[in-house]
């Protein structure tokens, strides 16, 4: 059982950034996508960034891309989410995710097609 670990969220003002990050706990990633998610109060829970372990692809909503950094360590133990220029929309609880090694491509934004999550980390932006 791959048990992930959040931290680096907090309050910050408009503009500000924030650097996430995502340790596997006492092992390193398995996973072919690691990605973050993240859920404002009363909505549903949505794709920010993924990351495909072999190559280093990665993939961004709209709502994120040219702000937020997906990256990596070479050891392959930790994921990062570099958040930049934030804005209140950002406000959110933001979860890490990895799938079991075996999800495909089309599914990198699909919440349901992940094995394993972390607790979360909340991130305030304010206005």
């Known amino acids: 059982q791959v048990q992930l670990v959040e931290s680096g969220g907090g309050l910050v003002q408009v503009g500000g950034s924030l650097r996430l990050s995502c340790a596997a706990a006492g092992s390193t990633f398995s996973s072919r996508f690691t990605s973050w998610f993240r859920q404002a109060p009363g909505k549903e829970r949505e794709f920010v960034a993924g990351l495909r372990w072999s190559g280093g692809n990665t993939y961004y909503s709209d709502s994120v891309k040219g702000r937020f950094t997906i990256c990596r360590d070479n050891a392959k133990t930790t994921v990062f989410l570099q958040m930049n220029n934030l804005n209140p929309e950002d406000t959110a609880v933001y979860y890490c995710?990895?799938?079991?090694?075996?999800?495909?491509?089309?599914?990198?934004?699909?919440?349901?097609?992940?094995?394993?999550w972390g607790q979360g980390t909340q991130v305030t932006v304010s206005s």
């Open positions: 995710a990895a799938d079991t090694g075996r999800m495909i491509l089309s599914s990198v934004r699909l919440g349901g097609q992940y094995r394993h």
